[in-house]
T-cell receptor, first 117, second 118 residues
Framework: GAVVSQHPSWVICKSGTSVKIECRSL??????MFWYRQFPKQSLMLMAT?????????EQGVEKDKFLINHASLTLSTLTVTSAHPEDSSFYIC?????????????FGPGTRLTVL | AQTVTQSQPEMSVQEAETVTLSCTYD???????LFWYKQPPSRQMILVIR??????QNATENRFSVNFQKAAKSFSLKISDSQLGDTAMYFC???????????????FGTGTSLTVIP
């Protein structure tokens, strides 16, 4: 089956530093990847949608200069949290939509826990 | 805008019993998909079941089935013969159909925390 990986699974960083999270589709090509943020015991909030080779589309209220998204290939999208602060601490989840298959073919990564000290 | 509502923040069920999780949604779209995802303590999102809006027949996957009422915009999940491994957060999600070459955005409900009691 289709597998999406995220790296790292858990990262701790100091306030003011930048952190990059990778999302990879391991056995399929993904035209579109989505980035979500999830606070404890809450739902997934869509941050942005990224299409391979084009600029990401950010949801209202999400700072595009703070959360840099790059979708350089059909198997890799990255989310960089720039100048991270404690309030950015959260669980970040990506999902990928397969190039082939029906429109409802979307697979989730295992998530990345970010802790900013 | 699409909204998805799960009115039950927490539920519990005895092992081997049946439980129903509710979900309602609001949309002006006619063609869309509905999903139930499970998120166990590992936080990995797992697809439980999906329903195409144009299909009148309710989807079924082993012990999981849905009651899809399109006119009422209701999409409940029934779990039969509950097992301890069913303990998780359950999210209802809506996806409208767009151009096949663009992303199909999910809208998630707030989730229901289900606990299966031994």
């Amino acid at each position: 089956g289709a597998v999406v990986s995220q790296h790292p699974s858990w990262v701790i960083c100091k306030s003011g530093t930048s952190v990059k999270i990778e999302c990879r589709s391991l056995d399929f090509q993904a035209t579109t990847m989505f980035w979500y943020r999830q606070f404890p015991k809450q739902s997934l909030m869509l941050m942005a949608t990224s299409n391979e080779g084009s600029k990401a589309t950010y949801e209202q209220g999400v700072e595009k200069d703070k959360f840099l998204i790059n979708h350089a290939s059909l198997t890799l999208s990255t989310l960089t949290v720039t100048s991270a602060h404690p309030e950015d601490s959260s669980f970040y989840i990506c999902s990928a939509r397969a190039l082939a298959g029906g429109p409802n073919t979307q697979y989730f990564g295992p998530g990345t826990r970010l802790t900013v000290l | 805008a699409q909204t998805v509502t799960q009115s039950q923040p927490e539920m519990s069920v005895q092992e081997a019993e049946t439980v129903t999780l509710s979900c309602t949604y609001d949309t002006s779209e006619n063609n869309y998909y509905l999903f139930w995802y499970k998120q166990p303590p590992s936080r990995q999102m797992i697809l439980v079941i999906r329903q195409e809006a144009y299909k009148q027949q309710n989807a079924t996957e082993n012990r999981f089935s849905v009651n899809f009422q399109k006119a009422a915009k209701s999409f409940s999940l029934k779990i039969s013969d509950s097992q301890l491994g069913d303990t998780a957060m359950y999210f209802c999600a809506f996806m409208k159909l767009r151009n096949a070459n663009t992303g199909n955005q999910f809208y998630f409900g707030t989730g229901t925390s289900l606990t299966v009691i031994p």
